[in-house]
């Protein structure tokens, strides 16, 4: 399943930062106004696709290391950031990941988790990779959103393709994120203009 969602997001790159897509403007927004306020050097961004949070990012930070599965997605995201302060690597979440540990103070996490079966795996990475005190910005697709049948999707060929997905609830991020050695700072919803449920859910992490 997981080669299968990674074959989607190649298929879906050229579309990605061109095609209307409330989630993906609604993430950029709770990004920016999460994060800032909150000061930060080294910036380890999960998911970082084409580079759509990165941009911002990248004006607050001494360096950023991008992970993500889909070759053409970082393709795109290095032609938007040409610097030698940011590094984008090819990664599959599920295992270890190529980075060093206790070397970041920030990381982020955004329209990724839908497609991690476990949760787990991901929180303990983060926390290894954090410096103590670190940050973790989570932002994900609403348990509601969620349960209502949204999913990642995209148009091809006019044709509608739906990307496969886990649920995760409320308390699937915060208690995997407590066990893993993180307290919560902060959580929010995130709504788009006249809908009847939340979109977005973030949350704000600390690693003890």
Known sequence: MFKKIKD??????????????????????????????????????????????TEWLFTRTNS???????NKMLALASEKINSDRVEFM??????EWPVNDNSFDLATVNLTLEHIEKLDHIFWSLH????????????????????????AQFLKNGVKKELDTYQHSEEDYIQNAQKSGFALLSKK???SDNEDLPRLISFLFRKL
């Not at 950023?64 to 889909?70: P, T």
């Open 8 to 53: 989607d997001y190649d298929a879906w790159a050229h579309q990605y930062d061109i095609d209307a897509n409330p989630t993906r403007d609604l993430d950029k927004i709770a990004t920016i106004e999460s994060l800032s306020k909150i000061n930060f050097s080294n910036v380890l961004e999960i998911g970082c696709g084409t580079g759509k949070n």
């Open 64 to 70: 950023i290391v991008g992970l993500d599965f889909s």
């Open 90 to 95: 090819n990664t599959d979440l599920n295992y």
């Open 128 to 151: 290894k990779k954090l410096t103590t005190g670190g940050k973790c910005f989570v932002c994900e697709i609403h348990p509601k959103k969620q349960a209502a049948g949204s999913k």
């Open 189 to 191: 919803d995130w709504w």
